[in-house]
């Protein structure tokens, strides 16, 4: 999770509690060797790191991670913040942001394909032309809001019908990026990614 006093405002509305099991390959569910889960006197800790020491033989094993997102409705989501400070501090916000950016591309470089990279350049390239043509953009939308304005005919019923309210769709924004650090003293120990190979195995993890 993102340190809260350094990326202040960023930080999103979530945090963020670890979980995660140990056990043999192929194990039933529920015969673990290791349940790491967070408990009232380290509540808090979990959002950081969580740790498991055990003496395992030779073999393959597997860690089964668990990440549990607890929103905090007392800090506003990143969204507004952005639009709050883009006016206020612009250059801090542009400097923050960017580590903030690059905190986050750390789990997202084995998933980027040359397409994404070939969009995200396009995409700045047009962001650098943008402020040369403010104003012709700013009269574009003005005009087209006239436009609306003008065929909505003063309807309320059929303006507030429009504007979605409290049926509009929650966004789910939280964003969280876990390592596994493993001490180990066989130099030649191996670390895969695996996907969970059956629905009994993906919710072994539920907290009872």
């Known amino acids: 999770q993102l340190d809260t006093r350094y990326f202040r405002g960023l930080e999103g509305e979530y945090n ?14 529920g015969d673990y060797i290791c349940r790491v889960q967070p408990k009232a006197e380290n509540f808090w800790q979990a959002s950081r790191s969580v740790t498991c020491e055990a003496d ?3 073999g393959v094993y597997e860690i089964l991670p668990k990440i ?17 400070k883009a006016d206020v ?4 916000l542009r400097q923050v ?22 969009k995200e350049a396009e995409a700045e390239a047009a962001a650098a032309t ?12 003005k005009s087209e809001r006239e436009s609306v304005n003008s065929e909505a005919g003063g309807d309320k019923d059929d303006v507030s019908s429009l504007g979605g309210g409290d049926n509009e769709p929650k966004v ?3 964003v969280c990026v876990i390592g596994l650090r493993v001490y180990s003293q066989d130099e030649e ?10 629905p009994q195995e993906a919710s072994s993890l539920a907290v009872q």
Do not use: C, M
């Open 97 to 118: 942001g960017l580590s903030f950016d690059i905190a986050h591309s750390k789990a997202l470089k084995s998933a980027t394909s040359p397409k994404a990279e070939e």
């Open 89 to 92: 501090k612009p250059q801090k």
């Open 68 to 84: 549990t997102a607890l929103k905090d409705t007392s800090r506003e989501p990143v969204e507004a913040v952005v639009q709050a």
């Open 16 to 29: 963020y509690l670890l979980h995660f099991i140990l056990q043999k390959q192929d194990a039933e569910p």
């Open 56 to 58: 395992l033989e030779p």
């Open 189 to 198: 120990i191996t670390i895969q990614l695996a996907d969970p190979k059956n």
């Open 130 to 141: 943008a402020p040369e043509s403010k104003e012709s953009a700013a009269a574009s939308v």
């Open 172 to 174: 789910w924004n939280a």
